[in-house]
């Protein structure tokens, strides 16, 4: 079974509407973390928010935020706002156990969200 | 404030050759880490180092790939006899420090290494 799933291959959205970007992981941990990362065409990956397991409040940087369900272990990305600059892939990451092993992430496949003017 | 340095950030490589990558963690940062992104895919776990030891390398190929992380220098992932196979984008990260009070240990990626073997 995947560990992440991204539903969503392609997304489209007008200039300066919100956005949210699905993904759904499968853990049978208690500790664990989610993050998103961004991939422009240039190729890098940069990294946008994290949410811990045990956090209670949902995760919020700038325009990010994570719409965080635990029980429907769902940890969907909204973007407000949206930029021409936001065109990219994005993907959903997971870190499973205790702290001692964050280092290794699983990745969803990706959603690529394109803006438009 | 350089970030995570990768080279060469294209290769091209014929089947058998070697195919040899380069990372130079961000400064202050001794934790390297390792992940292959094939076509179509996201990112999977390769090998995590720490200067001249290796930590984790359960998602390492059995065969053919190494890496290292010497005391001086960058850490190098190297491929021997390369195969069609193993044309993808190897990316490095780095972090400071991995540990019970790191619970987000967000890696920071370098921009990746193309590798295309014809």
């Known amino acids: 079974a995947q560990k992440i799933t991204q539903t969503q291959p392609g997304m489209f959205v007008q200039e300066k509407e919100a956005v949210t970007l699905d993904c759904t992981y499968d853990t049978s941990d208690q500790s664990y973390g989610l993050f998103w990362y961004k991939q422009p065409s240039s190729g890098e990956m940069i990294f946008l928010i994290y949410q811990g397991s045990y956090d209670e409040q949902n995760a919020t940087e700038g325009r990010y935020s994570l719409n965080f369900q635990k029980a429907r272990k769902s940890a969907n990305l909204v973007i407000s706002a949206s930029q021409l600059g936001d065109s990219a892939m994005y993907f959903c990451a997971m870190r499973e156990g205790d702290r001692g092993s964050n280092y290794k992430l699983t990745f969803g496949k990706g959603t690529l969200l394109t803006v438009n003017p | 404030n350089a970030g995570v340095m990768q080279n060469p950030r294209h290769l091209v490589r014929r089947r058998g050759q070697e195919a040899r990558l380069r990372c130079s963690p961000m400064?202050?940062?001794?934790?390297v880490y390792w992940y292959r992104q094939l076509p179509e895919e996201g990112l999977k776990f390769m090998v995590y180092l720490q200067k001249e030891n290796i930590i984790d390398e359960s998602g390492m190929p059995k065969e053919r790939f190494s890496a290292e992380f010497p005391k001086e220098g960058p850490s190098i992932l190297r491929i021997q006899q390369v195969v069609r196979g193993d044309s993808a984008a190897y990316f490095c990260a780095s972090s400071p420090f991995v540990g019970q009070n790191s619970g987000a240990n967000v890696l920071t990626f370098g921009a990746g290494s193309r590798l295309t073997v014809l």
């Open positions: 400064k202050g940062h001794s934790h």
